[in-house]
């Protein structure tokens, strides 16, 4: 009953949160710093089909968009679009390792206006002149809305909703089984690489299942041809991508998604654990 709580518990509890959600959103602010080149480079690949667009980069592969980039775009230009993803995932972060953690004890488990960050991401001039969050966010709410099919927080909603869930689905289920599986080192740097390897492990496994469906969100959130909204649907474009394209186009960014989120995997639950242990021992 829970007038039969105790003020200690309750307190015990609101610090054990508390924990999770700092633990979590550091894991994913760092996460994205890290690794945000590697998920702008698979947008890129992600956005262009097989036909070539005269007066339109294309690149052939993780190597030459990330040279091409780098001649014509600088440096910089690998972390176009940071702001929004570092705002979005923090906070996410924080609730999906809160939410596993809860979740684990009561189930008893051991068109051509691309949304900001595609298009931001999409955006081919140099970063010296590359538009600010802000000013991209201002043009998409000015020209679509907030809300709608096409409105910043609606245009490719059911396809993020399924990229991330059969990510956290695969992601979260391997870790919760394999961490179990294989023990627990005393070395301290053996049990460093057991976290590694799970991470990285349960992340390049999400990437294999979800990315048809990330595909399909890069293609409905990135530039489209003016006056045709090709891509609208994500069953309807990832069929649509299948039969223009072939299976592997469903697949496209396979490569620097893995390099992103498995190596991202394993630094967010590697982050998340030290962080928590160091909270947990600060604090409780």
């Not at 508390?18 to 710093?33: D, K, N, P, R, T």
């Not at 230009?77 to 390792?97: H, M, N, Y």
């Not at 590359?130 to 490719?156: M, W, Y």
């Not at 990330?214 to 891509?231: N, T």
């Amino acid at each position: 009953m829970a007038g039969n709580i105790s003020p200690f518990k309750e307190k015990s509890f609101a610090k054990t949160a508390a924990i999770q959600l700092v633990a979590g959103g550091s894991a994913g602010c760092i996460e994205v710093c890290i690794m945000h080149p590697l998920d702008l480079v698979k947008t890129r690949l992600q956005i262009q089909a097989n036909t070539q667009i005269q007066g339109v980069v294309h690149y052939n592969g993780l190597r030459d968009c990330f040279l091409q980039m780098y001649r014509s775009e600088g440096v910089l230009s690998f972390w176009k679009g940071i702001v929004p993803p570092i705002l979005v995932e923090t906070p996410k972060r924080a609730w999906k390792f809160f939410t596993f953690e809860q979740f684990q004890q009561v189930f008893l488990f051991g068109s051509d206006k691309p949304t900001a960050l595609v298009k931001m991401q999409a955006n081919r001039a140099h970063q010296s002149v590359a538009p600010s969050s802000g000013n991209v966010v201002r043009e998409i709410i000015k020209t679509d809305g907030i809300f709608g099919s096409s409105g910043l927080l609606g245009k490719g909603i059911t396809a993020t909703m399924g990229r991330n869930g059969f990510f956290n689905m695969i992601y979260f289920g391997f870790y919760h089984t394999f961490k179990d599986i294989v023990p627990q080192a005393d070395n301290s740097k053996l049990e460093f690489g057991r976290k590694v390897l799970i991470g990285f492990l349960g992340g390049t496994l999400a990437c294999c299942f979800n990315i048809p469906f990330d595909v399909a969100k890069s293609r409905i959130q990135g530039p489209q041809a003016v006056g045709v909204e090709k891509y609208q649907g994500t069953i309807r474009v990832i069929l649509r991508v299948y039969k223009e394209e072939g299976f592997l186009a469903l697949y496209r960014g396979l490569v620097p998604k893995i390099l992103r989120l498995g190596p991202g995997g394993a630094i967010m639950l590697v982050i998340y654990e030290q962080v928590s242990e160091y909270l947990t021992h600060r604090f409780m």
